[in-house]
């Protein structure tokens, strides 16, 4: 499926894009390719394709050891807050 300038026009009016007339047939291409691309992918079966951690076999991610490196300094923090109850921030209610 390949767009058309009007479809550009329409992708660039809706993510508030500025293209130029110089610029527009590159990106009339360009998008083109990209569509056709994914609908080349979306005709694959993958229905027999097992899904994977890791795309190598027999590899995991390498995970830090979850420890405290920093002293818990929030009341240092909250004097600076316009408000503070019971340890907490107090923010105007915007939701009635």
Do not use: C
């Not at 500025?18 to 590159?26: F, G, V």
């Not at 691309?37 to 951690?53: N, W």
């Not at 300094?73 to 209610?93: D, S, T």
């Amino acid at each position: 499926m390949s767009l058309t300038r009007q479809d550009v026009e329409k992708i660039a009016h809706l993510a508030r894009l500025s293209i130029t007339e110089q610029q527009m047939p590159a990106y009339v291409t360009s998008l083109s390719n990209i569509v056709d691309f994914v609908a080349e992918l979306s005709s694959i079966d993958t229905g027999q394709v097992l899904p994977m951690a890791h795309p190598l076999e027999g590899q995991s991610q390498r995970l830090r050891a979850d420890e405290v490196s920093e002293a818990d300094q929030h009341v240092k923090y909250q004097v600076n807050a316009p408000e503070v109850q019971a340890g907490l921030y107090v923010v105007p209610r915007v939701i009635e």
